[in-house]
Every structure is written in C-alpha cells, then in structure tokens.
C-alpha cells in the first residue's frame, strides 16, 4: 500500500515526492459502465454542492468531500471509503485515488484553454479520469469522450454526476469504462481502425507507480492515432519524465507533449 505524502490543497507537503511501496496486487479487469440512476447518485444529484472551475467558470462539478459523506451515510461497501477511513489517498488496486481533484487537472485545463486546443469533432480520452473535468471542458467544446477511470465507484458517483450537472446531453457522446488500463487497452484496441483511435489523450496525475508504466505505454499504444497527441502531466515532471522515456517508445509517431 502506498500514500501520496501530501494533499491536494496543501502546497508545501506537495511538493514532496510521492512514494509508491511495490505489492503483489490483483487488478480488476476493464469494463464498460453503463450510467446507473441509484438512490445515491439521486442523493448526490440534489444534495451535493457543485464549484465552477477556476477560469474555466462554464465548467462545474461535485464538492467530493460531499459525496463521501453521502457515501459514508449509504454505508455503501465501496474501495472508495476503504481508503477513505484508513486515511490514505489510494490504495493500490483497490482505490486509485479518483474521488478527488489533483492540481495538476487545473494545470492542464487551464494549458488547453490558454493555447485554445482546438477539439469539436474529435476523440478524447480522459485516462484516469477521477472528476472527469478534462474529458467534460472537451465535451463542452464538441468532443466525443472515452472516460476511464480505475473505481467503477469513482465513474458512478463523481464522474458521471459531474458530466450531468454541466449537461446531461453530453452524456450522448461519452462512454465510461473501469478497470486496469492494461485490460482496457485489450478491451477496445482490437476493435478500433487507425479512424477510430483518439485524436488525444489526455491525463493528470497518473504516472506515479511504476508497474503502471508498461500499462500505460500499451494505452498510448494502441489507442492514440498515429497523427494523435498525448498530454500525460504530473508533478516532478523531470523525473517521471525520465522514468517513463524507458517505456515510452515514440514509433508509433505519436507526439509526446
Ligand atoms: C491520483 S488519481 C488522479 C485523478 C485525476 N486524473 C486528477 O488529476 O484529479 C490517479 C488516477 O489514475 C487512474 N489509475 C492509476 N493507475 C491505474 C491503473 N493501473 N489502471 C487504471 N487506472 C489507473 C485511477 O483511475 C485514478 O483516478
């Protein structure tokens, strides 16, 4: 198990390294989610505050610390809340660290609002998606959006709520799926021609265990059009920089931004 050492609004402590121990874990596999109308979505729907992003303010989503205490009060048995009540940021395997918002998501919103990223008509992949706010700014700009995120839970009661308080409309041009990104890249990969692959990909704070990286490298390469962009941000951009060159091969001529 592993803990981020910081949390996201505490500037100091983040900038501290994250330190991941190596297990033995069992990841799930991937799956597609259907949107699911249950009595706690319903709950967070009426009761749960909503903030507008920072210079993005046509953006909003779900206070998350809102939708734990909901959870909390549905004594759902989610990983979510497992985590939640050990103190930890993520558990790996279990809980991957979606419901909440990383700094790095407002760095990279606020670079593709600023360089004007152009996306209607595209196809985006928000990979690791947790609040979904990358993959709802490209939907708000005509994108359609594969969201990806590890906790089937996360996708239920964060993402999927926070795309229908922007506009359920949206919901027609997104799909979610769960699970371990090496599965999920075998899961849609071999049905997708070169046309159907993503235009981008985009992901924030994700790059932070290194058994990860093969995985990742697979859904960059199989699911990233040979003319496609990928946009992976992270703290300590260097060193993880250096860290996943070693994965990274860049034959497929993607463009590693
Ligand atoms: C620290 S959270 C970051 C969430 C969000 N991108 C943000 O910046 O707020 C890491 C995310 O990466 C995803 N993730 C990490 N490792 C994964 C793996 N091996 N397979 C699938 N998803 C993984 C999880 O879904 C999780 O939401």
């Not at 990358?134 to 359609?144: D, E, F, K, N, P």
């Not at 999927?160 to 997104?174: D, M």
């Not at 070169?194 to 790059?207: G, H, R, V």
């Not at 300590?236 to 931004?257: E, N, P, Q, V, W």
């Amino acid at each position: 198990m592993f803990k981020f050492n910081f949390s996201a609004d505490n500037t100091a402590e983040a900038e501290e390294q994250p330190k991941v121990i190596q297990t033995e874990e069992t990841w799930e596999k991937s799956k597609q989610i259907q949107f699911k109308d249950s009595s706690i979505l319903q709950d967070i729907l009426k009761n749960a505050s909503t903030i507008n992003l920072p210079n993005y303010p046509d953006c909003k989503y779900i206070d998350p610390s809102e939708i734990v205490d909901i959870l909390l009060d549905s004594e759902n048995e989610t990983p979510v809340l497992k985590a939640e009540q050990n103190h930890l940021d993520l558990i790996p395997a279990v809980y991957e660290g979606g419901l909440k918002i990383w700094e790095c998501t407002y760095d990279l919103l606020s670079y593709l609002s600023s360089e004007k990223i152009q996306l209607e008509g595209l196809k985006v992949l928000d990979l690791g998606c947790g609040s979904g706010i990358l993959g709802i700014y490209s939907l708000s700009l005509g994108a359609t959006c594969y969201f990806q995120d590890y906790n089937e839970d996360v996708l239920q009661y964060f993402t999927i709520p926070n795309v229908l308080v922007n506009n359920k409309g949206l919901l027609e041009r997104s799909k979610f799926y769960s699970g371990d990104w090496e599965s999920f890249a075998n899961l849609i990969g071999d049905s997708l021609t070169e046309d159907e692959k993503f235009d981008y990909i985009f992901t924030s704070e994700t790059l932070y265990n290194v058994q990860s990286y093969p995985k990742i490298h697979k859904v960059f390469k199989l699911l990233l059009k040979k003319s496609g962009k990928m946009y992976p941000l992270v703290r300590h951009m260097m060193i993880y920089f250096l860290k996943i060159l070693a994965y990274l091969s860049l034959d497929a001529g993607a463009d590693l931004r």
